[in-house]
């Protein structure tokens, strides 16, 4: 075996045990979110979500499996990802400031009831604070991940929010964990839409 083949057989074992090993932690967050998500639907609200980097990739494909599907043939859903908008993006950095790129988004499209899933992998983010900040201003429930400790965003969130932690210090091991919650999430939409077994 080379030392490049073990390599690769190594992140894929790493990985597995990590997912693994957060399955029962992360449970009962990923459920709650669903829940939240369906029942904002359901009161015709919608979904914002953000992140930056992977994290940005993250929620634009989460905001795509809610707009078409996931796995299911079924309406579409209301989600919006905002660092899909390069021209919005690069207006508010070029005229105010990088860390107000989701958050003026917020305050222009979040209305009370909606929800904002806001991805960052270090927690501390200062556009992620500022979204979760003008998210909580606007009246919208909060659905945010963080790695390693949590960062500044765990000091944000208080008891009505569902916060999913990935207790992690590598970034691409995180995000990995991030995609398996977006698709769990996804899953359990379905099911309480549909029924689907």
Known sequence: MTDLH???TAHFEESG?????????LAAPIANSAELIVQALLNEKKVLTCGNGGSASNAQYFA??????????????????????????TSIANDNHFEQVFSRQITALGHQGDVLLALSTSGSSKNI???????K???MYIIAFSGGDGGELVELLTEEDIHIGV?????ARIQEVYMLTLHCICDAIDCLLLGVN
Do not use: F, V
Not at 129 to 135: K, N, T
Not at 167 to 171: A, D, I, L, Q, R
């Open 6 to 8: 073990h390599r690769i």
């Open 137 to 139: 201003d606007a009246g």
């Open 129 to 135: 604070l500022r979204a979760i900040s003008a998210a």
């Open 167 to 171: 207790p992690h210090e590598h970034p």
């Open 64 to 89: 795509s499996r809610m707009l078409n599907r996931y796995e299911q043939e079924r309406p579409g859903l209301a989600a919006i990802a905002l660092p899909a908008d390069i021209s919005t993006l």
């Open 17 to 25: 045990r990590l997912k693994l090993e957060l399955a029962e932690l």
